[in-house]
C-alpha cells in the first residue's frame, strides 16, 4: 500500500536526520565555541529531537497498523530490544540537551558559551553512547523484520 511506503519512508527519513544532527553536534561541540556555533549545536539539538519523536511515531504507525500486525511486533525480542535501546538512546541524550538548553541565556546576550573538558567528555561520550544504542536498533530492526526473535 502507497500510504505504508510513505509511512515507511518517513520512518527512514527521520533516521536519517537524527544520524546527521548527532554527528554534526559530535563534530561541532569544543571547550571554547563562538556563539553561532553553540547556536547551531542548539539547533542540531532540536532536530535530534524532533527526529527522536517522529521515528516513534512512523515506528508505531508501522507496527500497528501496516507491515505485520502489531501482535507479531509486541510477541518478537528483537522489537522488545529495540524499543529498550530507543528508551536507552533517549536516557543518554538528557545530558547534551540539559548542556545546551543551560546557555540560552547567555547566547541570548550575544555570550559565547565556555564548557570544561570534562563536560566536553561527558557531552560527547553521551552521544557517541546514543549512536551505538541506535546501531544496536539497526540490528534489532533488520532481525525482527526478516522474521527472527518470534
Ligand atoms: C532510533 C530509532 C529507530 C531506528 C534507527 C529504526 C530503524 C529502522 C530500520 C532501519 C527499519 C527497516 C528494517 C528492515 O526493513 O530491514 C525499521 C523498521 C521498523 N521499525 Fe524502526 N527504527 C527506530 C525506532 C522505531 C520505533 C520506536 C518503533 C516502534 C515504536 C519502530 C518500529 C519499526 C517497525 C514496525 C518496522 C518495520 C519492520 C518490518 O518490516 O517488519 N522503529 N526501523
Redesign the pocket.
Known amino acids: 500500500m502507497l500510504t505504508g511506503a510513505f509511512v515507511?519512508f518517513g520512518?527512514?527519513l527521520a533516521?536519517f536526520a537524527?544520524a546527521v544532527a548527532l554527528t554534526l553536534e559530535l563534530a561541532l561541540i569544543a571547550e571554547s565555541m563562538s556563539v553561532e556555533v553553540a547556536k547551531r549545536i542548539q539547533r542540531a539539538d532540536r532536530v535530534a529531537g524532533l527526529s527522536?519523536v517522529l521515528?516513534?511515531l512512523f515506528?508505531?504507525l508501522?507496527?500497528l497498523f501496516f507491515?505485520?500486525g502489531a501482535d507479531y511486533?509486541l510477541d518478537n525480542h528483537f522489537?522488545q530490544i529495540?524499543?529498550g535501546l530507543?528508551l536507552l538512546?533517549a536516557l543518554a541524550s538528557a545530558y547534551p540537551t540539559i548542556c545546551f538548553r543551560r546557555w540560552s541565556s547567555e547566547l541570548a546576550q550575544g555570550i559565547a558559551p565556555g564548557l570544561s573538558a570534562t563536560e566536553v567528555t561527558r557531552v560527547k561520550r553521551a552521544i557517541h553512547w546514543e549512536l551505538v544504542f541506535?546501531g544496536g536498533?539497526?540490528i534489532c530492526?533488520?532481525l525482527?523484520?526478516?522474521g527472527f526473535g518470534s
Open positions: 515507511a520512518h527512514f533516521f537524527l527522536a521515528l516513534l515506528g508505531s508501522r507496527a507491515e505485520k511486533y522489537f529495540k524499543i530507543f538512546a541506535i536498533i539497526l530492526a533488520s525482527m523484520a526478516k
